[in-house]
């Protein structure tokens, strides 16, 4: 029964003479006819719903479609820091385990790939990118090879990890940007919102996702690192990271480092060589024993060891590339 109709049921005529209570009675009569005639005819203009026997088999049933959801904003807690060259263009950071890492440097004349000792930042090897012109980016290391892009050239190289000695080329179209691995694939950025799996023998593309936050593409990807069933991205120009579900592609989560942007940027004012506009934050590697991340940018002097919500051990011990 509807709010007015119970509000009408309790109503009571006052006492009158007989000869007045019928057309009295008469008028409520009409009134309450007129006030459920009112309230049924919406009901009535509404066709009934189906019942699930006569639903057609495509329907969904209302608790099973999913909810957007928007992704958390994640702090990070800094609980290291090392000396990074701040003469780094940085495109590529990944840890090696055993206190080392790998960077890949741009700028065309200054483009490489190195091995650096995390606490002291000693360079323990170090080689160019072997096509002069080229501007260096993304690099990861997969089967005992290290593999580095090129911005805008469509090739990439392929290095011993313990010589640094090259030992094999790809073709690939488009622009590269960030480079990481799960693995068992390759997987690569362009600048796009589209991260792409590529074969690590032939570099051949096996799949690709479009990355999506709140349904809308996010373009500019820039530095990756595969963590514990995720993708990291640096954004470009911008203090975000991007955590991302590599099967749908959606963000999951945002990472906000503008505090280590702060930093860097004020200690290399001191210095007297402030950052410019594109000294941004790219680089992201994880230390599987500590369950942290590295994180950095370019011709920053610092990297940071950071721990963030959702990242932890892996087995409790190192995994060096291999």
């Known amino acids: 029964m509807g709010q007015n109709q119970q509000s009408w049921g309790k109503c009571q005529i006052p006492d009158a003479p007989l000869a007045y209570h019928e057309p009295v009675r008469a008028v409520f009569l009409l009134s309450l006819l007129g006030l459920v005639a009112l309230n049924a005819a919406p009901a009535q203009s509404t066709p009934p719903a ?48 055993g206190g080392t890492y790998m960077e890949s440097t741009g ?46 050239d469509g090739l990439a190289f392929a290095f011993d990890i313990t010589t640094l000695k090259e030992v094999g080329r790809y073709r690939y179209s488009g622009e590269g940007w960030g480079l990481t691995t799960n693995g068992r694939d390759l997987i690569m ?49 911008t203090d975000r990271i991007a955590r991302i ?20 940027s004020a200690s290399a004012a001191k210095l007297g060589k402030p950052l410019t506009f594109d000294d941004i934050p790219n680089g992201i590697a994880y230390i599987p024993e500590r369950g942290t991340l590295l994180l950095t940018g370019k011709r920053w002097g610092t990297i940071f060891e950071v721990k963030v919500p959702g990242v932890g051990l892996t087995n409790g011990r190192a995994q060096p590339r291999r």
């Open 50 to 97: 189906s019942s699930p026997a006569s639903a057609p088999a495509s329907a969904t049933p209302i608790n099973s479609v999913p909810v957007n959801s928007v992704p958390s904003i994640l702090l990070p807690t800094i609980v290291n820091r090392y000396p990074h060259d701040r003469a780094a263009f940085t495109e590529g950071f990944q840890y090696l385990g």
């Open 245 to 264: 579900d590599p099967q749908t592609g959606k963000v999951t989560a945002w990472i906000d480092v503008s505090a280590l942007t702060r930093e860097a």
């Open 189 to 237: 950025s362009n600048g796009s919102p589209i991260l792409v799996w590529r074969d690590p023998k032939t570099f051949a593309v096996k799949r690709s996702v479009t990355v999506t936050d709140g349904g809308q593409p996010v373009k500019n990807l820039n530095e990756l690192e595969y963590v514990q069933g995720s993708v990291y991205a640096n954004i470009w120009l």
């Open 107 to 152: 700028l065309v004349g200054e483009s490489g790939v190195r091995r650096v000792e995390l606490k002291t930042g000693k360079m323990l090897s170090k080689t160019m990118t072997p096509l002069v012109t080229a501007f260096g980016e993304g690099v990861t290391v997969l089967g005992g090879l290290a593999y580095h892009l090129t911005w805008q």
